[in-house]
């Protein structure tokens, strides 16, 4: 049982190349998210996912897109990389169901990207 | 406005030694409240959770504490290891969605 698991691990861009950052869940969760991490400030939630087939803005969208086709994968692209979009990126995902509002969200390792 | 603060931002602390992180919040509705732990180069993990009705919880040496009226809460690390070495987020969830709100974390630092 691997958890939430995150592809690639590393990745260095250039300004205005494009990339997906995959996510996966082996626990048969509903709900899906995509944060980013930067120094001196919480996560912020990015795009999120209640279900296959749908997605949802967070606080931070911009510049971002997401697609949720298998339950088990939430993927999130980059169209055109930004330098502001330098982050480390974290996947997470919950059960959902009645109790969603007490459900712990489960954190994939984590992709750190740079954008030059 | 971040709507979970934390502190300190960091600590040193000698391992055996006792130390307590702090969290305030204004996020409204509450639902619950969460410390999770993050080392190094790895996701988040959850430590504890709390409701409104709770106001103590333990896991191991951890232990949290809440005080839903004034809106804080606080992580106590007993005995210190040098693999509590780590960065501790306080996360609060509304009741209203299943959305939450991060504190920036207190780095915890364990010296032998």
């Known amino acids: 049982n691997a958890g939430v698991t995150q592809t690639p691990k590393f990745r260095v861009l250039k300004t205005g190349q494009s990339m997906t950052l995959l996510c996966a869940q082996d626990m048969n969760h509903e709900y899906m998210y995509w944060y980013r991490q930067d120094p001196g400030m919480g996560l912020r939630l990015i795009h999120y996912?209640?279900?296959?087939?749908?997605?949802a803005k967070g606080e931070v969208p911009d510049g971002y897109n997401v697609s949720r086709l298998k339950k088990q994968n939430f993927l999130l692209g980059l169209e055109s990389a930004a330098p502001s979009q330098t982050s480390v990126y974290f996947c997470a995902s919950s059960p959902g169901g009645v109790l969603k509002l007490y459900n712990e969200q489960f954190f994939g390792p984590g992709t750190r990207l740079t954008v030059l | 406005k971040n709507q979970v603060e934390q502190s300190p931002q960091s600590l040193i602390i000698l391992e055996g030694k006792n130390c307590t992180l702090q969290c305030n919040y204004t996020v409204s509705p509450f639902s619950n409240l969460r410390w999770y732990k993050q080392d190094t180069g790895r996701g988040p993990v959850s430590l504890t959770i709390?409701?409104?009705?709770?106001n103590t919880k333990s896991n191991g040496r951890y232990t949290a504490t809440l005080d839903a009226d004034t809106k804080q809460s606080s992580l106590h690390i007993t005995a210190s290891q040098l693999s509590d070495s780590a960065s501790y987020i306080c996360v609060v969830s509304r009741s209203n969605d299943y959305k939450l709100s991060f504190g920036a974390g207190t780095t915890v630092t364990v010296r032998a």
């Open positions: 709390m409701t409104f009705s709770e």
């Open positions: 996912s209640v279900g296959e087939g749908t997605t």
